[in-house]
């Protein structure tokens, strides 16, 4: 046997001993509704579907992870939001409700809508400060909330039920997505913040 044969053969016993007696962890996906720096948890829901182009977020019952404990494998902070969904053929958004841990639909009257609307565009960019605009926004006397859509590149105004009214700007928008390792089912071993990576557009 060669001597090179030889530390090839160390080198690939070296990794089985490092690597193949480990239990592999699993990797979870969803859109966060709760986050807590203070309690080191966030509350997700799951994407079925594991697609950042059409996610489908209809998993029940919302699911818990504490934070990683390293905080070298902890992404930036995620933005939680309640939307899951907002169907542009139907006229309808799709919110998590917290109290009731299920979803509710709101048929909504379409005010305006623009399509084609990149991140970078006047309407959603403030160039002088080199920031997106502020969205969404509620405007309570005209009964509107004004909600963009980076992935559906759509800025739409909509027209929502009083009874909707009472809910406030953050709960109309759409919350980071992660993507969770772990292998102790509740407890996340390292979060990726997909949304700020921009790698997934909401």
């Known amino acids: ?41 966030l509350t997700m829901i799951r994407d079925k579907k594991i697609d950042t182009l059409k996610p489908d977020y209809t998993y029940l019952p919302s699911l818990t992870y504490a934070l990683p404990t390293e905080v070298t494998e902890m992404g930036p902070d995620p933005k939680a939001g309640l939307r899951m969904k907002l169907d542009l053929e139907k006229n ?22 623009k399509t084609g609307v990149e991140k970078n565009d006047p309407l959603v960019f403030d160039a002088a400060t080199e920031k997106a605009k ?10 509107t909330v004004t909600i963009y859509s980076g992935r559906q590149k759509t800025l739409v105004v909509i027209g929502v039920p009083d009874e909707y009214m009472s ?28 949304t700020r990576t921009d790698i997934f557009k909401k």
């Not at 928008?173 to 390292?190: F, H, N, P, Q, T």
């Open 1 to 41: 046997m060669t001597i090179k044969r030889l530390g090839l053969l160390l080198v690939i016993g070296l990794l089985f001993l490092a690597f193949g007696c480990t239990e592999y962890g699993k990797v979870d996906q969803g859109r966060v509704v709760a986050f807590s720096r203070e309690k080191m948890t």
């Open 92 to 113: 309808q958004v799709v919110l998590f409700d917290p109290p009731s841990m299920s979803f509710k639909t709101i048929d909504y009257k379409l005010v305006d809508k």
């Open 134 to 143: 502020k969205f969404p926004t509620i405007d309570k006397e005209k009964k």
């Open 167 to 194: 809910l406030k700007e953050s709960d109309w928008d759409a919350g980071d997505e992660v993507r969770i390792y772990y292998k102790e089912d509740g407890k996340s071993l390292r979060v990726m913040n997909i």
